[in-house]
């Protein structure tokens, strides 16, 4: 058996750990202006040990002020996701789903637009994303309850409608948008980026990432049970609908703080759970934790080539999508001559 296939192997655990902060440490010194890892190894150790500096001012700050902020933030963002997603392919039984699908992202992505054209300042954008956020998910709750039961089909189906308002409603917006000032920085921000990200902003979303996923692995025998069917989870007395609404609540953050943070970036909680269940399989005791990692690991790289693959910084979202869909139509096609989904 190698060492991939032992799903509990501290050896592997550790060395997706290794991956995570080597690739954070070389994402330091990633950018128009150099630096080396070994320089960057050493100005994160100052800030814990006393050590004789034998790097310039000019690279702390850097390290220190603009890029260690900016790397947390994708890194938590990049976990978060992926969580996220593996949580919600494990409650619907369907490889199709992500964090998108329940309509938080566009809500966020509308109440972030809100917030840079009635005020522009940090906490304005992500108090409004996270309101939005919010209301999406009520709005979904709302349309699935209404009359009684809600189904996984109409879920689905309320977060397709609740998607399409709040993506009309964000088309309204940046139509009336100053056209010299609010207007780019609204399209900016929703393609995504995490070059606005500041240790306010992280002390404002970070929680809200970390928290939910958290309560998430906390769950994740009911999600496992989820997974397996309703009646199986009502045979050992877990009640379906309320754990999946409580699993859904947790993504709701998770989304709406990501979006808070860098805009809309799609595909992320869609595409890594797959890579994760590639490694350790479909338990979520597992899969979970790998997802983080792997996610964390994946948006660095993404981040890492959008500010230093040109000469202008690329939009998150574009990165996102040209990388994530062809491997997602790989992954369907694959799925397909297997003979297709569950």
Not at 210 to 220: D, G, I, K, S, T
Not at 289 to 306: C, E, T
């Amino acid at each position: 058996m190698s060492l991939f296939n032992r799903k509990t192997s501290p050896a592997f655990w550790a060395a997706l750990g290794i991956l995570a902060i080597g690739t954070a440490v070389i994402s330091l010194g990633i950018g128009r202006f150099p630096i080396s890892p070994v320089k960057t190894g050493g100005i994160l150790l100052s800030l814990g040990i006393p050590l004789s500096p034998f790097w310039e001012p000019r690279e702390e700050a850097i390290v220190t002020l603009i890029r260690l902020p900016r790397i947390l933030g994708a890194f938590g963002a990049g976990a978060g996701l992926s969580v996220a997603g593996a949580a919600l392919q494990g409650i619907f039984r369907n490889p199709l789903v992500g964090p998108q699908i329940i309509g938080v992202s566009t809500g966020a992505g509308f109440g972030g637009a809100l917030g840079i054209m009635i005020a522009g300042s940090t906490l304005s954008v992500i108090f409004s994303a996270f309101l939005f956020g919010l209301l999406a998910m009520l709005l979904v709750w709302g349309i699935c309850h209404k009359g009684g039961k809600g189904s996984l089909l109409a879920l689905i189906l309320a977060g397709v409608v609740v998607s399409a308002f709040f993506t009309s409603l964000t088309s309204l917006l940046k139509y009336v948008a100053d056209p010299y000032d609010k207007l780019p920085a609204i399209v900016m921000w929703l393609m995504g980026s995490f070059a606005t990200v500041t240790y306010e902003k992280l002390a404002l979303g970070l929680p809200a990432i970390v928290f939910p996923a958290c309560l998430l692995y906390a769950v994740r025998f009911r999600i496992n049970v989820l997974s397996l069917g309703e009646e199986e989870a009502e045979s050992l007395g877990i009640h379906p609908l309320r754990t999946r609404w409580f699993i859904l609540a947790c993504v709701t953050l998770i989304a709406s703080a990501t979006v808070a943070l860098a805009g809309i970036v799609g595909w992320v909680g869609l595409v890594i759970p797959h890579m994760a269940r590639a490694f350790v399989g479909a338990d979520h005791r597992h899969l979970l934790p790998a997802s983080a990692l792997l996610g964390g690991i994946y948006l660095l790289g993404i981040d890492n080539l959008a500010r230093a693959g040109t000469a202008v910084e690329i939009p998150l979202g574009v990165i996102t999508a040209l990388i994530g869909a062809p491997f997602f139509a790989l992954l369907l096609r694959s799925k397909q001559k297997k003979g297709g989904f569950e």
